[in-house]
Nanobody
Framework: QVRLVESGGGSVRTGGSLRLSCTAS????????IGWFRQAPEKERKFVAA????????DYSNSVKGRFTIFRDNAKSTAFLQMNSLEPEDTAVYYC???????????????WGQGTQVTVSS
């Protein structure tokens, strides 16, 4: 069982930045691929970014590519999502997830955090 705790959400204006953190309760953090997903009110959960545990390979949705950066610090069992140039359309609850699969499909992830709210106002 892996417990994930997100932090770093908040409210910003258009063009602002936030950094989300996802800390895992495992010393084998480098074995897990980490994905970030987001869910806006009354909408389905969508893929944002993913990073592999071993090679550090990354993947991004087209909507955030060039604005968001995913990275990780395996020594601290923590993954990050740096979000720049935020837009109102980025408003959502952001979730991190972990699994052995490197995937952009939420159904492939076994472990999930509780989510952190990001609100971007114009």
């Amino acid at each position: 069982q892996v417990r994930l705790v997100e932090s770093g959400g908040g409210s910003v204006r258009t063009g602002g930045s936030l950094r989300l953190s996802c800390t895992a309760s495992t010393r084998l953090f480098n074995n897990y691929n980490i994905g970030w997903f987001r869910q806006a009110p009354e909408k389905e959960r969508k893929f944002v970014a993913a990073i592999s545990g071993s090679s550090g390979s990354t993947d991004y949705s087209n909507s955030v590519k060039g604005r968001f950066t995913i990275f990780r610090d395996n020594a601290k069992s923590t993954a990050f999502l740096q979000m720049n140039s935020l837009e109102p359309e980025d408003t959502a609850v952001y979730y991190c997830a972990a699994d052995f699969d490197f995937s952009s499909d939420a159904s492939d992830y076994k472990y999930w955090g509780q989510g952190t709210q990001v609100t971007v106002s114009s």
